[in-house]
């Protein structure tokens, strides 16, 4: 549980009236939104839509992946098989900690950055991602030395296992495949065999992330007096800086481009080792070849000055210029192509790229001399890429936009690509538009990049440095009502004017250092690394939404994307969702994230919700409940607040609308905890388990997926619903209806109950339409007798108890009735003897 850092100062805006001027929201968590974000406004309303809408996408993708690593965020709606721990992906995260560093409480981006450098199942260098250099630029805005000098022997490894796996002497420079670099199907992998991933190339993109990252490893040496380390760091940026600039700019085509570390042949055609795009192959000689990730060196400042032509190309429509672009490749190239397929960087409009290439002119235009763009044309582009955000008039983004279009048509994946978190926007207005540049100093420069037409813009509630920054500018004073002309506050005072925008550096007052704290509050209820406790059951389960999902650590309140449970379909008048900790934990407030789906719809939010707890004996009601609201309302969390109970299990109960039943998207139960955190462990008892570590009990299959699915799998006492990671069997793949999972024990064991805790991706692996439990007699398989399944039909993504007649075997076995032509699947089975 998150508290914004009180600032005493008030700010100088009314926050809920810009949240209340936009009506696309999903979540109406006001409350939320107006302690945690800087407010914006500007005459532009579809920028300042846009501004809102990435804050609301940023809740869709907040994740409490558990109580010791705490929050990170998501790049796709789901967890993808290629995605690390809660669906962390690093190729968008550089992007991501630039975003949520402007969350006023510190928190989140902390727990993030540390999450890629400490978390076991994080993948930081699955993909590029300049992980030094955004845990650098968190520092910049919420300063803790001893924080960010902690990580550091975490991100000098990181930088030289990059070394160990891609450093290549005789160039200065690093390898990188186009895949991995973020950009598949690209011009120049498409002239090798391998048109997904392209081959090793010395990138202009991924060479500027290591420099990045080679320097602020040495601005936090810098820092911890660690001077060997510093000055190690300076060596290796400034290389790779004079290699960037001498080995991967054209002067004849005046830009950085790839170059192939590897000799490539493709229909008879060679692309030859250490050659730039169009040095040779196919397109030998060709005038083209720019690709927009040529702009990533000034999103960083690498180049020095002389490089500025590159600039000419960005706002022409013959190049990178269009309606909802700009193109990820020049438009008259021999090799541009608009795909409606997946993950094709060959023309479609990235924002990943666009985020790129929009801090990249910001950052000419604030630091360099050139005659090719000015502010016009960042207003414009901003404006361009805010108006890309859209599908059907309403806020949006997927994963790439047709640029002449703007539909997202083959890249907006059901499930997976709605509101995708792949780039960036709030950073830009406040680092781009209005010009606030961080320092790690008190020092604060702001430069905006409006344009002259605009009569009014603000930006306020910033806390930068542990202080409030709001920067305003009235042109009559009466759009905000306030005094006319340009003004900085700092903590509501004022400390600069000016009668129009203008570059303007202020001293600010001496960084409030917000503490780290080690032992926060935890969320006790989530569970996503697959522990038997905390569980979750419910009253009755809707068989198209999930339990899982509730204790997921995540909250979106979209119909799709899905993230659910629903009590659509209930006989009964209230349903309830119980939480079982495994064990007493301290608890002190719950918050419930209630789904409304609208007038007319099956889910709405319930007419009341009571609290109990479990005393050992009986449920009782939670002394002294405070409730947030009379009435629970939709589309945001319900608090209940308490004094702290110490209870192993607590119960919800929610009493439906009339005509309609309830549904959350997350249950959370917080108290106060201390690290390490450690999950109850798992009762004794069940027979099915097997770590792998004994050779009974033991289980095979009549058939198992070529993906990893295996039946051990199934036994070894993790519960993962997800797709990754992976920890299940399925039978996907199978021609046969039906298929069994085999458990064999080491002699005759007594047995009377069985879990199936089944899978369902709601595609090739979905519930079986029926399954029977069934025993060996030494001659055949025999149905248990009076076996009762709760719930009746069997629910993915849950436990499906069945009982039976209390029976002795060796062996049985799970006989799965496959449901259409998917197949079915278990994350885990259990068997007790009762």
Not at 430 to 446: C, N, V
């Amino acid at each position: 549980m998150v508290s914004t850092t009180a600032l005493a100062e008030e700010p100088v805006l009314d926050a809920r009236k810009f949240l209340s001027a936009q009506d696309f929201w999903t979540n109406r968590d006001s409350d939320w939104f107006e302690n945690h974000i800087p407010i914006f406004d500007c005459p532009d309303s579809e920028i300042n839509t846009t501004y809102y809408y990435r804050w609301e996408l940023v809740t869709r993708h907040l994740v409490y992946g558990n109580p010791n690593s705490g929050y990170a965020f998501t790049e796709f709606s789901n967890r993808p098989f290629w995605s690390g721990a809660y669906g962390t992906i690093s190729c968008p995260a550089g992007h991501q900690i630039n975003e949520v560093r402007w969350l006023r409480n510190p928190r989140y981006v902390r727990d993030f950055v540390r999450f890629w450098m400490r978390h076991p199942g994080a993948q930081p260098r699955n993909y590029s991602f300049w992980a030094a250099d955004s845990t650098w630029a968190a520092h910049l805005v919420h300063p803790n030395d001893a924080f960010v000098i902690n990580l550091l022997p975490d991100l000098v490894n990181n930088y030289e296992k990059w070394e160990k796996r891609g450093w290549v002497d005789e160039k200065n420079l690093f390898w990188q495949l186009g895949h991995d670099d973020g950009m598949e199907f690209d011009i120049n992998s498409r002239q090798t065999n391998d048109i997904l991933r392209g081959g090793q190339s010395l990138r202009p993109s991924f060479n500027t992330y290591m420099w990045a990252d080679a320097r602020a490893i040495a601005n936090i040496s810098n820092l911890a007096e660690q001077k060997d380390i510093a000055n190690r760091f300076t060596e290796k940026a400034n290389r790779i800086k004079t290699a960037v600039e001498t080995n991967l700019w054209d002067p004849d085509r005046q830009f950085f481009f790839p170059m192939s570390q590897q000799e490539h042949s493709k229909d008879g055609h060679v692309v030859k080792k250490h050659t730039l795009t169009y040095q040779s192959g196919q397109f030998a000689g060709s005038p083209h070849g720019r690709e927009l990730h040529g702009y990533v060196p000034w999103a960083f400042n690498l180049p020095g000055p002389g490089f500025e032509n590159a600039w000419q190309f960005l706002m022409d429509d013959q190049f990178f210029k269009a309606e909802f672009g700009p193109t990820t490749v020049e438009r008259n190239d021999p090799l541009f192509m608009l795909s409606k397929g997946c993950c094709w960087w060959s023309g479609q409009s990235w924002p990943f790229a666009t985020t790129q290439t929009l801090k990249a002119m910001a950052n000419v235009l604030h630091f360099y001399q050139q005659k090719h763009v000015d502010r016009n044309d960042y207003t414009e582009l901003l404006r361009t890429y805010a108006m890309t955000h859209r599908k059907d008039g309403k806020p949006y983004i997927a994963e790439a936009a047709h640029p002449f279009t703007g539909s997202w048509e083959g890249h907006d994946m059901t499930n997976r690509s709605e509101h995708y978190f792949h780039s960036g926007f709030t950073d830009l207005i406040i680092t781009g538009l209005i010009g606030l540049q961080p320092s790690s100093g008190d020092e604060l420069t702001i430069d905006p990049l409006t344009p002259d037409s605009w009569d009014h813009f603000a930006l306020d509630r910033l806390n930068y440095r542990g202080h409030l920054i709001s920067v305003i500018w009235d042109r009559t004073g009466e759009h905000y009502g306030l005094a006319k002309g340009f003004r900085i506050l700092v903590n509501g005072k004022v400390e600069a004017t000016a009668d129009k925008p203008q570059k303007i550096t202020i001293t600010l007052p001496p960084a409030r250092i917000i503490p780290v704290d080690e032992n926060p509050p935890m969320n006790f209820a989530v569970n996503n690394d697959g522990d038997y406790f905390p569980r979750l059951t419910a009253s009755f389960v809707n068989p198209q939404s999930s339990l899982a999902m509730i204790s997921d650590g995540q909250f979106r309140y979209d119909i799709l994307p899905t993230n659910r449970w629903t009590s659509e379909g209930s006989p009964n008048a209230s349903d309830s969702i119980t939480v079982d900790f495994g064990t007493q934990r301290g608890i002190d407030t719950v918050k419930l994230y209630i789904i409304d789906d609208g007038d007319g719809t099956k889910v709405r939010a319930p007419e009341n919700i009571s609290l109990e707890h479990w005393d050992g004996k009986q449920w009782k009601a939670i002394p002294g409940a405070f409730h947030s609201t009379t009435s629970p309302a939709g589309r945001r969390p319900h608090i209940i607040t308490f004094p702290l109970v110490k209870t192993s299990r607590l119960r919800a109960i929610m009493t439906h609308s009339e005509e309609a039943r309830s549904g959350l998207t997350e249950f959370e139960a917080w108290g106060p905890g201390v690290k390490p955190y450690t999950p109850a462990p798992p009762p004794a008892g069940n027979l099915a388990f097997n770590a792998g570590d004994k050779p009974f009990p033991k289980i095979t299959a009549s058939f198992s997926d070529q993906y990893g699915g295996l039946p051990p799998r199934a036994i070894d006492g993790k519960i993962i619903f997800e797709a990754t990671p992976m920890n299940r069997w399925t039978s996907y793949g199978s021609k046969s209806p039906t298929d069994w999972l085999e458990l064999e024990f080491a002699k005759p064991t007594e047995i009377s109950r069985a879990v199936l805790h089944i899978y369902d991706d709601r595609g090739g692996v979905q519930a079986p339409k029926d399954y029977t439990l069934q025993g060996w007699n030494g001659d055949a398989w025999v149905d248990f007798t009076n076996q009762k399944k709760t719930p009746a039909v069997p629910t993915g993504n849950m436990s499906n108890v069945t009982t039976f007649d209390k029976v002795t075997v060796s062996k049985l076995r799970i006989l799965f009735t496959h449901q259409g032509g998917a197949r079915s699947g278990l994350t885990e089975w259990e068997v007790w003897k009762q």
